[in-house]
């Protein structure tokens, strides 16, 4: 079970257990974080978006708070003299999801394909299809 959530402005698939880091949030260590804003969820073949996606609830806790490795900014104008050097470690939050809740159950067959009928009239009917386009295709040739 997967669902793709956005926090920060940015957009993270998440699975169970997973760990991730986004934009720093306002909240202690070890407390509980809710991600409301579920954009895709998916789970054995099945896949939910738009309105259905809305009803999933990733929930999470805080592993910990830090900075990332400093990025190095570097501004120059040739023949005039002007270097600037500054640099930037940007904040961030560890979490660890621990719950995706209201995403789709597995998906479902239909009662056909549970009595084992429903694939194979389907594969005699085409194949009948196609044996008769090639008879005809054949006499209208001669």
């Known amino acids: ?8 402005g940015k957009q993270y698939r998440v699975e169970q257990g997973s760990v991730i880091r986004v934009e720093k ?19 054995a073949g099945k896949v939910v978006a ?12 805080v592993v910990r708070h830090g900075k990332a490795r ?3 900014v570097f501004k120059y104008r040739p023949k005039k003299g002007f270097h600037s050097k500054k640099g930037h470690r940007q904040l961030f939050t560890e979490v660890r999801v621990e719950k995706i809740s209201g995403a789709p159950r597995g998906a479902r067959k239909k009662k056909e394909d549970v009595a084992g009928k429903g694939k194979d009239k389907q594969a005699e009917g085409k194949a009948a299809e196609r044996r008769t386009a090639e008879e005809s295709s054949a006499q209208g040739s001669e």
């Not at 079970?1 to 920060?8: L, W």
């Open 25 to 43: 949030i306002d909240v202690p260590e070890g407390e509980k974080v809710v991600f409301e804003r579920v954009l895709m969820a998916g789970a």
């Open 70 to 72: 400093k990025i190095i």
């Open 1 to 8: 079970m997967y669902a793709v959530i956005e926090t920060g």
């Open 50 to 61: 738009g309105k259905e996606a809305e009803k999933v609830k990733v929930e999470g806790t």
